[in-house]
Every structure is written in structure tokens, then in C-alpha cells.
């Protein structure tokens, strides 16, 4: 057999793909087999198996992958003798294959870990298939009576999952192909432009003396200007249209169809209702819809528990169905439609529906009649709250829906949920087209700048703080469509507002959310423009109120500021913030952040300066070292992993520095191992705090305890 170190690295990865491909082929096969009643279209679907399993057999055996090549060769022989004798294979022998091609796929988990199966993998299914050959024809390979029924749409082959990479169409390449070769031809384009400008500035120096030809001269020069910048402003309405199609055309090779990110549901609708005696069908509508495939790939887990939860929770036992005068088998529908620059999905089940008083006692003792249906109905997006009264292997936990909410937040959406009028629950999802630029709204509070995703905003308005009312503890303003909450921006980030007179009104922007609009109060409305959005990051995840970070034209950075979590945060009741009391407690501490990531030390600076401090910055230990040197400052807040001087040797020197020795230092790192906290500290820092569990108020508290 060969080892991983023996296989080229381009041609595992190829061939990785090609397992993870044909299994995804051989589970939609399999699934369509058992679905449809008509018999030619099941003999069909089963020659359409048989030649996936030729094809990964090959393609393994030739790479001498054999357990794979076993699991395939098998499968080959039941489904050879079904197309000789013209059977179908029953329930027994699909829940078989069905086995097998999971093997298949732990095979390609095994291969992009960088181990390559065994050649007894899969033992198990590989020794049940060959029972299956040995018998031959048994009950669960019979000719089945012929059915008429209308033909089922074909099973596309050779599908792409939605992993780490994606197949593009010839045709789709001679595109970009032909976008980019329209920008390079501009280069040409401009070296004309800047010859034509070289040979005007010749002819004005000339001009600099005085004779009978210079006001002919000047003329020339002015004629010559003029068409330059004539065909200078028709060659930036080329380059715009043609970067703006370009971009275009990017954009529309990055998309998959919606279909992609259901792949698999079948599958778990088929085995959840098995287990749980129960007949489901699933139904997805919108699958031609392209979306970008970053946004189905991480829209793949929070579909799964969605219609997992459906049949679960949702959808009843055959008897009680039928008692109910309903169908025994369930539906459970998967629908995407357009919204406008966004994509909404809904999964819904023509089920029980949602019992809001057990939702309400496992919410916490409250009741439909103490709080509304729609925010009874949201705490289901709430850790260990479930509306299951028992724990089963399938449901009761509490555990999934918050992950779900959390998942779809990261990708700047936001998640409901409601009852169907007809019967069952319906979980909605709003999500972007596409995770790379966004339109956004730029906003000022506390001095700091603060996007706002457009798609989110309605309207910008202006509030008067005599408008402002408390009711039932929440802050609200009066609108022209009613009383909405409202959230003091500032106030909520802990900064200090900048915003002159009290008295007079201050800008508000209005943002949609799934619990209705909010109120976001600013202290100044900046502009609107696209920008290119970047993830903060791992170490960042768990900041929530923020999606993002932005590089604005300036240099500076915006973070993106999270709609959902504005809008739960405005619903909730809000104490007074004493900003003035806060400010003076940390009055003229000066504290040095030194981080080589410009978001960590944007994050950083947002905090302390919302608790009074006053804050300066330095990208690595280098830099620091030098401003400590040149102004001082009462404490040093620095990661340990940057270029030039890290965290540790940051520390070190300030220690062996007879003017700095006594500066405190906080070190906040992503390493997480004992040893090197042990390090830090020997190293001669205060505190040593892990990013990956970063709390704002720990963060605070320790500030206070070493300043």
C-alpha cells in the first residue's frame, strides 16, 4: 500500500476530492432509488450507481487505496447482478449501500487528515456486501410490478460539495479571461496618455522664454490639454465598466446554486424518522438560486439541525396523524427566494407546531399569558432551552438553535421563528448574497468610527432625548410609525460621546431586525460606501457585537457592528450608564496596547477608552520599547506573538530597565499551554489573560487590580 509520504500532494488532493465527491453522488443516488415508485426510473438510478462505483474502483485501485477499492469492487458485483437480472433492491439492500458510502466518506475524512485507509477499511460493510453477492437473488432483489408514473428529474453526477474548493466552466473562465485581458489592454492605453503629457510638457517649457511664436505655442499646449483630459475622462469610463464587470463576473464564478447547500438533507430526513417511527418526505424549493458558496458552505450545519429538529420535534407519529385526519407522512419544506440584495430561507414543517407553555416553563417559569408569543418564541434561541419534555439521542438537550443563531449571525443574517397557521414551525433565515464587499453605512461614536450593514438600515432620522421614554424598563422614542427602542451607541460600547449641547437633537439610525426596528443613537452620520470586509479573526469569534473589520480609504479601521445583537441589547432593560463616573475613576492612566493585528488593537482601544483610559498603540515589541522610552506609560497591555520583539522580550526589557521596571504589563495572547503562562510571568508580566476566553469586564477588573 502506499504511504502518505509516497503520494504526490496535488494528486491526494485530487483524488481526496473525487472521494468525497462520488460518495456525496452514491448517498443521492441511493436516496432517489428509495424514493421514487416507478420502476424503470429505480433501474436506472442503479446503473447510474453502478458506474460512480466503477469509477472511484479505478481511480482507487490505480493510487492502491484498497479498502476503498474493496468497499467499491462489491458494491459493483450487487448492483452488476440487479442490472443483468433487471431487479430493483429493496429497503435492506439501500439501507446497505447506504452504509458503504458513509465508509466512503470517513475514507475521505482520513485522506485530508493526511492518512491514507487501510487496505482492511470498511471491513464491516465490505463483509456484509459480499453475503449479499454470495446469496444472489433473495426477496430484497425481486422484479417489481411496473408502475406508471410521471419521470423524476435526473440525478446530477459528478455534483461538487461545498468544501474548500469549487469547480469553474470553461465558459465562465474564457470570461474572466476576457475581463481581465480588457483591463491589461489599458496599459498600453495609459503609456500613450503619458507620452502625449511628457511631449505638452516639453512644449510649456518652452514657454517659459518670451517670443513671436509663444502665444501659438500656448495655444497648442491648451488644444493638447484639453484632448487629454477628454480622453483621459472616456478611459475611466472604460476602466470602470470594465473592473465593474470583471468584479462582476468574480462575484457570479464564486456562486452555487442553493441546491448544494441541501445536500444531505434527504439523507437525514430518511434516518431520523427511521428512528424515531415516524414517515417524513422532504420538498426544497429555490435551488436554482446562486448564492455565494462561503455563505452555503457555513449555511450546511444550521440546515441540518433545522430539519433534523423538525422531524424530531415536529413532525408526529403516523397514528397521531392519522388521528388527526392528516396524512401519515409529514413534509418538511426547504424554500430560498430573493429578498432585495439578500437570500431568505425558510424551513417548515406541516407538524404539531411549538407548545409555548412547555417552551415557556423551560424558558424560565414564564407563560404565554406573562410575555408575548413572538419573544416567548425567540428564547428558543437560548442555551438548554427545548421544547422536548424528554431527553432522547435525537432532542431535549437545549443544545443547536443557539448554535444556529450564533452561525448564521457570523454571517450577518439573523434567524426568526413562528408558528404556521395550517399547523408545524417555521424557522427563517435572511442572509447576504456574498461574505466579500458590503455596503455599508459609516457612523461616529465616541470619537471612533463604525460601519452599519446598509441592507440592515431603514431610515436615518433625528431624535430629541426629551422624546426618549422608559417603558417597562427599556428605553423607546416616539416615530412616525410608533414607539420603537432605542440604544445610546456610545453608552453601549462604554465611550465617551461626543455630541456638544444635550439639548439638541442627535442623528439615529434606524435598523431591521427579526424583533422589529431599532434606534441606534450616533454622534454623527459619516457617509455610505462598499468596502471590503475582513474577519477578526479566530481569537475574535466570540466578540459578538461585532462581524466584522474594515479598512477604510484613510487607513484606518471600522469594525462592523453586529444588527442582532443591537437590537437584543436595546430590547433589554438598560441601567444608567454613569460615563462621567467611570471616566474620572481611571482619569490620566495612560496605557500602551502593543499587538501586531490592527483589529485586536482597535478592540483593545474601544474598551479602555470606554472605561476612562487614555490609550496610544504600537504594532510589535520594537516599537513599543521606543515609546515607552519616549513618553512613558502607567501600563502595558501586549500580545506575546509579534514580529521584531514578542510579548515575552517586551517584558523582559522593560523589567531590566531601571526607568521602566515598575511599569505593570498585562500580556493577552492566544497561547494557551501552562507553560507558556508559567513564562509570561517568570518573564515578569502582572497578568497573563488568553484571548480565546477574553471578557471585557475580567479585562477591566485586572486593569484596576495592577494599575
Not at 48 to 65: D, F, N, T
Request: charged content about 25%.
Amino acid at each position: 500500500m502506499i504511504t502518505p509520504e509516497e503520494l504526490d500532494p496535488g494528486l491526494l488532493s485530487m483524488f481526496t476530492q473525487e472521494v468525497r465527491e462520488r460518495a456525496s453522488e452514491m448517498e443521492t443516488a441511493v436516496l432517489a432509488i428509495e424514493e421514487t415508485g416507478d420502476a424503470d426510473r429505480k433501474r436506472h438510478l442503479q446503473e447510474q450507481l453502478l458506474r460512480v462505483a466503477h469509477s472511484l474502483k479505478g481511480a482507487a485501485g490505480l493510487l492502491q487505496v484498497r479498502g476503498v477499492e474493496a468497499i467499491c469492487h462489491w458494491m459493483e458485483e450487487i448492483l452488476s447482478i440487479a442490472a443483468k437480472g433487471r431487479f430493483v433492491l429493496a429497503k435492506p439492500r439501500l439501507d446497505l449501500l447506504l452504509s458503504a458510502a458513509d465508509a466512503i466518506r470517513h475514507a475521505a475524512d482520513l485522506l485530508e487528515s493526511g492518512a491514507v485507509p487501510s487496505s482492511n477499511h470498511g471491513e464491516e460493510v465490505v463483509e456484509k456486501l459480499k453475503s449479499v453477492v454470495a446469496a444472489g437473488v433473495d426477496d430484497n432483489m425481486q422484479k417489481p410490478q411496473q408502475h406508471s408514473s410521471p419521470a423524476d428529474p435526473e440525478i446530477a453526477i459528478r455534483v461538487t460539495d461545498t468544501d474548500g474548493s469549487m469547480r469553474v466552466s470553461a465558459a465562465r473562465l474564457d470570461a474572466l479571461l476576457y475581463r481581465s485581458g480588457e483591463l491589461l489592454s489599458f496599459n498600453a492605453i495609459m503609456r500613450r496618455h503619458a507620452e502625449q503629457a511628457s511631449s505638452l510638457r516639453d512644449a510649456a517649457r518652452k514657454l517659459r522664454g518670451s517670443g513671436p511664436d509663444a502665444a501659438a505655442q500656448a495655444a497648442i499646449v491648451e488644444s493638447g490639454l484639453r484632448q487629454l483630459a477628454a480622453l483621459l475622462r472616456q478611459d475611466v469610463r472604460r476602466m470602470q465598466s470594465a473592473a465593474a464587470a470583471l468584479d462582476e463576473e468574480v462575484r457570479y464564478a464564486r456562486t452555487q446554486p442553493f441546491d448544494e447547500a441541501c445536500k444531505g438533507l434527504g439523507r437525514i430526513v430518511r434516518d431520523v424518522a427511521a428512528a424515531s417511527g415516524k414517515r417524513a418526505e422532504l420538498e426544497i424549493r429555490g435551488g436554482e438560486i446562486e448564492v455565494d458558496r462561503s455563505i452555503l458552505s457555513a449555511l450546511q450545519d444550521s440546515l441540518r439541525h433545522l430539519v433534523r429538529n423538525a422531524v424530531a420535534h415536529g413532525i408526529q407519529t403516523p397514528e397521531e396523524r392519522r388521528a388527526a385526519g392528516r396524512p401519515e407522512e409529514g413534509r418538511i419544506r426547504v424554500s430560498a427566494a430573493m429578498r432585495g440584495n439578500r437570500i431568505e430561507i425558510r424551513v417548515e414543517d406541516d407538524g404539531r407546531g411549538l407548545n409555548l407553555a412547555l417552551l415557556g416553563a423551560a424558558a424560565g417559569g414564564k407563560t404565554e399569558s406573562t410575555q408575548g408569543e413572538t419573544e416567548l418564541l425567540r428564547r428558543l434561541f437560548e442555551p438548554g432551552v427545548s421544547t422536548s419534555a424528554t431527553v432522547t439521542s435525537l432532542s431535549g438537550r437545549g443544545i443547536g438553535l443557539d448554535i444556529v443563531k450564533s452561525n448564521v449571525e457570523k454571517l450577518r443574517g439573523a434567524v426568526d421563528v413562528s408558528q404556521v397557521p395550517t399547523g408545524g414551525a417555521a424557522f427563517t433565515l435572511t442572509l447576504p448574497l456574498t461574505l466579500a464587499t458590503l455596503r455599508v453605512l459609516e457612523v461616529i461614536a465616541g470619537g471612533h468610527v463604525f460601519t452599519i450593514d446598509a441592507a440592515s438600515v431603514e431610515r436615518v432620522i433625528r431624535v430629541n432625548r426629551q422624546d426618549i421614554a422608559l417603558l417597562e424598563g427599556r428605553h423607546s422614542v416616539s416615530t412616525s410609525t410608533g414607539p420603537i427602542p432605542v440604544l445610546d451607541l456610545s453608552f453601549w460600547l462604554r465611550l465617551q460621546p461626543n455630541r456638544g449641547d444635550p439639548r439638541r437633537t442627535v442623528p439615529a439610525v434606524v435598523v431591521a431586525s427579526s424583533s422589529g426596528p431599532t434606534a441606534v443613537l450616533v454622534d454623527e452620520i459619516a457617509g455610505e460606501q462598499e468596502l471590503l470586509l475582513r474577519s477578526l479573526g479566530p481569537r475574535l469569534a466570540n466578540v459578538r457585537r461585532y462581524s466584522g473589520g474594515m479598512v477604510l480609504p484613510d487607513g484606518r479601521i471600522a469594525l462592523l457592528l453586529n444588527v442582532a445583537a443591537l437590537a437584543e441589547a436595546a430590547a433589554k432593560p438598560q441601567p444608567r450608564d454613569d460615563i462621567a463616573g467611570r471616566s474620572a475613576k481611571a482619569a490620566r492612566r495612560k496605557v500602551l496596547v502593543v499587538d501586531d493585528s490592527k483589529y485586536v488593537r482597535t478592540l483593545v482601544k474601544l474598551i479602555l477608552e470606554g472605561a476612562g483610559y487614555e490609550v496610544t498603540m504600537a504594532s510589535d515589541g520594537t516599537e513599543a520599547l521606543e515609546q515607552l522610552r519616549e513618553c512613558g506609560a502607567d501600563v502595558v497591555v501586549a500580545d506575546v506573538d509579534m514580529p521584531s520583539m514578542d510579548g515575552f522580550e517586551l517584558t523582559r526589557a522593560i523589567r531590566q530597565s531601571d526607568h521602566l521596571t515598575r511599569t505593570p504589563v498585562v500580556l493577552v495572547t492566544g497561547r494557551e499551554s501552562v507553560e507558556d503562562k508559567v513564562k509570561g510571568l517568570r518573564a515578569g508580566a502582572n497578568a497573563y489573560l488568553r484571548k480565546d476566553q477574553f471578557d471585557a469586564h475580567h479585562f477591566l477588573e485586572t486593569m484596576r487590580q495592577v494599575v
